[in-house]
């Protein structure tokens, strides 16, 4: 890092919040691709200082490096520019020359981003790394902005969850003096708000793994006196610290809506979602398993249109005129969802077009944990006939829905209605004993993107995958299609199936589990007779 020359490139260094970690970089490279964008093409990744430490934990910065030019017809470099409320760039479209922190804020998982001056596996080498910033034309450019005599400024130091005093923060500052910045000194809102990274180790928690003050107010001597992984200093881009600060990300929470069900899709991970799916405003997005609308709320929230379908009428009706989705899409003040009650088993028969017409399909399919699939159909060989009469408003009844059918016609039908380019996203929950290159489904229409994990238990874990359609569906191989599905067919669509049976057994492993479900089953009891009084006693 300390050999590599920067001075003629823009070089944004990215902060990453602690949270589903697999998803990361894959959230950054679909959000980029909205841009047409490609690491490794149009920017470069570079080395963070000591990467080759035996350091093994995943770090949460990552260094991009732009050729000045590009960057500079690419984007807008005014960057002290405040992002509005809209810090997440939900509805963002692709206009001209956006700016960096536009583009990066909609990555839900990014904590933050700053044009980088200097960088290096101590103070000092990052000190010379800045003194060698202007050297190079980009540098000088960048460097002018900072040097206005009307622009204010201040310099935050960031030690990443470990405490110094306000002495020994002043010492880091005082590492970067001879950059002599003009202008008023403004600890609230300045112009330019300059940033000092001094990162550690931190453990999978996110948390430092070597405390200065493992115990409260007592210093240990030998972790204070660890080196740094790496010392950055740069500019805020964005005008904000931190972009989901103040509550930002809250104001999605699940708890704040007024329709809620057992397996609604947490709001961060659907924002993660739809990067992933690339939608953004304008896009046609379908969810087949709708359910709450969780996932086709956060698609209304990136100003895409929404439609959706699912089996279960009352799901779709919800509680009442105050508790469904409708009142959801509401409360952020959205268009109107399109929802149909459907059956994605036989989705031909619901829509005659051929026409593919969705840009996404984002879902989370009923796996059977918390809830079971359901499809159409009767348990009874010889179902009792609909009366004519009754045809109109008639529920059709339904049967069980294999997990390997549904994850089969989910790909089935994604294929004949995604446009060219499209994406598809979906969960898929799995067992340590999956192999994504043999169990996960396929199709020869799509090309797998990403799959980025989740673990839930130890023996648990679910995984969401992107899939991009890159072949024309041909409607007379569509039995060929189904067959190919599954790799290693019932081996394969075993590992996805039956989780919950699966959780069962190895629960009933753990010692005390036969008293434990006894004690489940009688608060069971204890609930529906108390839920039994109350009704007799509000008549």
Not at 318 to 334: A, C
Not at 428 to 451: G, K, Q, Y
């Amino acid at each position: 890092m300390e050999d590599l020359k920067l001075n003629d490139r823009y070089n944004i260094l990215i902060e990453f919040v602690h949270a589903h970690l697999d998803f990361q970089r894959a959230e950054l490279e679909s959000v980029l691709s909205l841009h047409d964008i490609v690491i490794g093409k149009d920017c470069k990744e570079i080395p963070l200082p000591n990467q080759d430490s035996e350091y093994k934990h995943r770090r949460p910065f990552l260094l991009l490096s732009f050729d000045y030019k590009y960057a500079n017809s690419k984007f807008e470099l005014d960057e002290s520019k405040v992002l509005g409320e809209d810090v997440f760039g939900l509805s963002m479209v692709n206009i001209d020359r956006p700016t960096i922190a536009s583009i990066f804020s909609r990555v839900t998982l990014i904590r933050s981003a700053m044009e980088l001056f200097g960088a290096g596996s101590s103070f000092d080498t990052c000190t010379d790394n800045i003194r060698d910033l202007t050297n190079g034309s980009a540098g000088k450019e960048i460097m002018a902005k900072c040097m206005e005599e009307s622009s204010s400024w201040k310099i935050t130091i960031h030690t990443l969850g470990t405490k110094y005093a306000r002495e020994e923060q002043d010492a880091m500052r005082s590492k970067f003096s001879f950059l002599d910045f003009p202008g008023e000194v403004k600890m609230k809102s300045p112009t330019n708000e300059f940033l000092v990274i001094r990162e550690i180790e931190l453990d999978e928690k996110g948390t430092p793994l070597y405390p200065r003050f493992p115990t409260k107010n007592v210093l240990h001597k030998e972790n204070d006196a660890r080196p740094p992984l790496g010392v950055y200093f740069g500019r805020i881009l964005g005008g904000r610290r931190d972009w989901r600060g103040q509550n930002r990300l809250g104001k999605f929470n699940l708890k704040r809506r007024s329709y809620l069900g057992p397996t609604s899709m947490d709001a961060e991970l659907s924002l993660i979602m739809t990067n992933l799916g690339r939608v953004q405003k304008g896009s046609f997005c379908f969810d087949p398993f709708v359910g709450t609308g969780s996932i086709l709320l956060t698609c209304g929230l990136r100003g895409a249109y929404c439609s959706g379908t699912d089996i279960d009428i009352r799901v779709l009706r919800g509680r009442g005129t105050d508790e469904n989705i409708l009142t959801n899409f509401q409360q952020f003040n959205l268009g109107r969802p399109e929802l149909v009650r459907s059956d994605n088993s036989i989705y031909e028969r619901h829509y005659l077009t051929k026409r593919p017409m969705y840009d996404a399909i984002i879902t989370d399919p009923p796996y059977g944990i918390r809830a079971g699939a359901r499809k159409s159909g009767s348990k009874l060989d010889k179902p009792r006939p609909v009366k004519e009469e009754d045809r109109h408003d008639h529920i059709a009844q339904t049967k069980v829905y294999a997990v390997s059918d549904v994850m089969a016609d989910l790909l089935d039908v994604s294929a004949r209605n995604l446009v060219m380019g499209g994406r598809l996203v979906y969960v898929i929950p799995s067992m340590t004993d999956f192999d994504v290159e043999t169990d996960l489904p396929n199709h020869a229409c799509f090309r797998l993107v990403h799959v980025c994990y989740q673990p839930l238990q130890s023996n648990l874990g679910r995984r969401t995958v992107t899939m991009e359609k890159v072949g024309e569906y041909d409607f007379s191989k569509r039995s060929e299609y189904l067959s190919q599905v599954w790799i290693n067919g019932p081996e394969s669509a075993n590992k996805c199936a039956s989780i919950r049976e699966k959780l069962i057994e190895l629960a009933k492993l753990k010692p005390g589990y036969e008293e434990k479900a006894r004690h489940r089953k009688q608060k069971r009891i204890e609930t529906r007779e108390a839920k039994k009084k109350a009704k007799i006693e509000k008549r």
